[in-house]
């Protein structure tokens, strides 16, 4: 092959493979254009012409240096054709790599293009032109900002949450009761950008809304919303009334009050937002809320983390309650047991260890609590018990562990003193959410002034003289006392139930049933009635009495009856009512003697004078007779010597002139007494005035004698008067005759006497029999 | 002085205080009654109350020598007399069968007295 040919073949082959190597670039996928050194085109593809939006002619003066319609740099600045990369490139062989620059089509529209620029060289190796690859690279970019605002809000949330995970573990570990507002605080202005922040708890009882802490307020923005009640305008106000979220936008459109616009404008607020703290069960604890310098919209997405931080701080709210709750039962609980005069203690069911004993224990025991929980104190404990008592505690802590309630008395020794002390223990097992018995709860009570009471009780009631008892509505007896026993003869439990009743006469029994009918209704059992003396053999009186013992409630629990005797107090009243009756009888028979004799005496008497002194004769007469019986003791009688020594020393008579003769002693019976001394006295005034003492010479015998008729002793009387001078003269001067109307109709009729009376020649001579007391006793022989 | 109204009536004294059956009987005299008695004991009181044949009335002391009068009341009853009691007791001493006889109180207002036996006697 020769040279030419060769380079013939050369240049063929090169045409070859630049029509190859244009059709190739007016094929790919980019765009490509190239210019000349003076910035003429000489060549552009289908796809620069699409970024260009438009299709210049090649080699046209008026397109140089680039085929599109305007261009800009990235800064927004205009990139003037003359200036673009590619006359460097031309002129000055400089390639530029990646550059962007914004075209702008003819319709307006712009797009990012890349653009990478190299310089062209003809065969001599001069600069030749320039070539231009550029890109549209409008649609990445875009995607680039998106992808890169995306990854700024990523970190932004990211962020957020970990803020979240923060507050949450430092919330959790809170068990103070300072919970960490201001980090609460500062956590929501970060979550939501506000400038300010605040947190309030509803107080429950008073329904009102109060600040817990705040951040950014003014101090008098923050003393107007220190409580808040439902009722007010404020966004927390409203959201507590409207139990949801409240929003504020533009605090210019807010419709409150002007305090509370001049409590938002002081602290600089134009927009809010409310949020409630609802607890688990829905029902509102407090209030969270922010606060923004500037108005602004609201968003949900806004409040996404947000609610997080809300739902935090209202468990938060609600387990300090609860705690708080709980600290003050623990602590009231305390309180009770070191104020508790019983022992409360609590043991673990497992070692029967105390873990809990309260100070009363010691006044109790006498003995420390450190001495008392050192060591085993199960064991020391049950040393303290007497050793008859041990078992019994013993076996009752047992039943306690197996999860029964349990009252158990045991005695304890105090180690201080020796003495002896009665407890009453009641205890209570204490089990877990499982119901396994883990604790061992008891209340020990001292039981020690109780049992001496009773002790002195029950002494006091078994020394009184009565009969005591309990009973059940309708005297069922639960007990008698030993009084009962003793009195009646039956057993004591013979006695329980009616059967007391079988001691009581069967005439009272009747009007027992009747009284405990309606003692219930009367609050009280009153009744008299014979119990059998087993000792005498008969029934004495007995005045019974019950109480009954109530509950609380008022209801009836059982009957406190004592019965006391009253036989002898019946006894003496009943005799006394015929005292009284006797009195009153006798009262009424004299006042009729009175009247009697003060009729018969008028009709004798000559004048009032003459009625006068006989009748106050006849009166002191009667009231020495009375005086005589009234000084008796009920069996004391008046003797009948007695009886004519009072008469005789009353009338003055001269003693020297009367002979008394008998013996002394003889009992008059009551009721003659008064008649006879009548009679005695007229014989003796007569005597006086007319008769044996009332003459010089006279004399007066009176004898007497006790006789037997028909076995029944009689008294015989026998008045003589002797040495009388009885002439007619005399003898009418004593005519008026009430001493022998006495002696002769009185005596017989009254005292079934027999007499005589004569008026013998030197005086009267008078005989009366009476009958007289057969024995010492003649009680109520009064008439 | 009373008037004789009770002229002709036999009456039973029954009385054991020799004073006051003796003003009785003087007083029922003034009243022109036929006086029975005075007897002073239930058991006289008793013979009368069975042996006289006729008994227009009758006044009655209840304590007779310290045994009550009962048993004549009772007997008076029995027979249709009509009588009253006298007494120094109170009402309540006497057994409520006797409630509706009359009872003069002692000491007896005399007019008062043949006032009520008059009464009973012309009943």
């Known amino acids: ?783 | 002085m009373p008037e004789p109204t009770l002229r002709g009536c036999r009456i039973l004294v029954v009385e054991d205080e020799y004073m006051l059956a003796d003003e009785l009987r003087r007083e029922l005299n003034d009243a022109g009654a036929v006086v029975l008695g005075p007897v002073g004991s239930v058991e006289t009181a008793l013979d009368a109350i069975r042996t006289e044949e006729v008994i227009d009335g009758a006044i009655v002391d209840i304590n007779l020598r310290g045994e009550m009068a009962f048993a004549v009341a009772d007997a008076l009853i029995e027979r249709g007399v009509p009588f009253a009691f006298t007494t120094g007791y109170d009402e309540s001493a006497l057994p409520t069968r006797f409630s509706q006889i009359v009872r003069c109180e002692k000491p007896v207002n005399l007019a008062r007295f043949v006032q009520a036996v008059r009464s009973f006697v012309h009943q």
């Open chain 1, 1 to 783: 092959m020769s040279g030419h040919s060769a380079s013939h073949a050369a240049d063929a082959a090169l045409r070859e493979s630049d029509a190859a190597m244009s059709k190739l670039l007016m094929l790919m996928p980019a765009a490509v254009y190239a210019c000349d050194t003076e910035g003429r085109l000489t060549f552009f593809n289908r796809r620069a012409v699409e970024c260009w939006g438009r299709e210049p002619r090649l080699g046209d003066i008026e397109d140089r240096w680039c085929g599109s319609f305007r261009m800009w740099r990235p800064d927004g600045s205009l990139l003037m054709h003359d200036d673009c990369p590619m006359v460097d490139a031309a002129r000055r062989g400089r390639a530029v790599r990646n550059m962007e620059v914004v075209l702008e089509q003819p319709n307006g529209a712009r797009i990012l293009v890349s653009v990478n620029i190299d310089p062209l060289y003809d065969a001599e190796g001069q600069l030749a032109g320039a070539i231009n690859v550029f890109e549209d690279i409008t649609e990445r970019k875009r995607g680039e900002a998106a992808r890169l605002d995306s990854e700024a809000k990523l970190a932004v949330e990211l962020e957020d949450t970990r803020l979240l995970q923060r507050i949450s573990s430092s919330l959790i570990g809170q068990d103070n009761e300072d919970a960490p507002y201001a980090t609460i605080l500062d956590a929501a202005r970060s979550l939501m950008r506000s400038d300010m922040a605040s947190i309030q708890v509803l107080v429950s009882d008073r329904q009102q809304l109060h600040l817990l802490a705040h951040s950014g307020f003014a101090v008098e923005s923050a003393r107007f919303w220190e409580w808040v009640r439902a009722d007010t305008a404020s966004s927390c106000g409203r959201a507590l009334a409207a139990d949801r979220r409240v929003l504020v936008p533009d605090m210019d459109r807010f419709d409150g009050d002007p305090e509370e616009v001049e409590a938002y404008r002081r602290s600089g607020i134009l927009s809010v937002q409310s949020t409630p703290l609802r607890a688990h069960s829905g029902e509102i604890v407090g209030m969270l809320s922010t606060h923004w310098r500037k108005r602004r919209t609201f968003d949900d997405a806004d409040f996404r983390l947000f609610d997080v931080l809300a739902r935090l701080v209202a468990d938060l709210i609600e387990r300090n309650a609860a705690d708080a709750a709980l600290r003050e039962s623990e602590e009231r609980f305390r309180q009770f047991g070191e104020a508790s005069q019983d022992v409360l203690w609590i043991r673990d069911a497992e070692t029967l260890q105390w873990t809990y004993l309260t100070p009363a224990f010691e006044d109790i025991y006498g003995l420390a609590r450190e001495e008392a929980l050192a060591g085993d104190n199960y064991r020391s404990w049950l040393v303290l018990i007497l050793p008859e008592d041990r078992a019994g505690a013993m076996a009752a802590i047992e039943r306690v562990r197996q999860g029964h309630h349990v009252t158990f008395d045991y005695r304890v020794q105090r180690p201080a003193d020796g003495t002896i002390r009665w407890l009453r223990n009641t205890d209570f097992p204490i089990a877990d959410a499982d119901g396994k018995v883990v604790l061992v709860g008891g209340v020990g009570h001292d039981l020690t002034e109780l049992r001496e009471t009773e002790l002195r009780l029950q002494s006091l009631m078994e020394g009184i003289p009565q009969l005591v008892w309990r009973a059940y509505d309708g005297g069922h007896w639960t007990w008698a006392s030993p009084q009962w026993t003793d009195y009646t003869g039956q057993a004591a439990a013979d006695s329980l139930d009616l059967g007391w009743l079988a001691a009581v006469h069967p005439e009272d029994r009747g009007r027992i049933r009747a009284s405990w009918a309606e003692a219930i209704d009367r609050g009280e059992f009153s009744v008299e009635y014979r119990v059998c003396h087993a000792g005498e053999g008969r029934y004495r009186w007995f005045q019974t009495r019950a109480t009954p013992v109530r509950d609380a409630g008022g209801r009836i629990i059982e009957w406190l009856g004592t019965s006391t005797d009253i036989n002898d107090m019946r006894e003496l009243q009943e005799h006394q009512k015929v005292l009284v009756a006797e009195l009153q009888h006798r009262t009424r028979n004299l006042m009729g003697v009175i009247r009697s004799t003060s009729d018969k005496t008028a009709r004798t008497s000559a004048d009032l004078p003459d009625f006068h002194a006989r009748f106050r004769d006849r009166l002191e007469a009667l009231s020495r007779v009375q005086g005589l019986l009234s000084r008796l003791d009920e069996h004391d009688r008046v003797t009948f010597d007695e009886l004519i020594r009072t008469e005789l020393a009353a009338i003055n008579g001269d003693v020297d002139r009367v002979t008394l003769d008998g013996p002394s002693g003889i009992r008059l019976r009551s009721s003659s007494v008064q008649m006879l001394a009548m009679a005695l006295h007229e014989l003796a005034t007569n005597a006086m005035k007319y008769g044996a003492l009332g003459q010089p010479s006279g004399h007066l015998a009176v004898s007497w004698s006790l006789e037997r008729v028909q076995s029944k002793p009689w008294l015989r009387i026998d008045w003589r008067e002797s040495g009388v001078d009885m002439s007619p003269s005399n003898s009418t001067a004593r005519g008026t005759g009430q001493g022998r109307e006495l002696i002769e109709q009185a005596l017989p009729y009254q005292l079934g006497a027999k007499t005589s009376y004569e008026l013998g020649p030197s005086g009267v001579h008078c005989v009366v029999s009476i009958p007289v007391s057969t024995t010492t006793i003649e009680v109520g022989a009064y008439a």
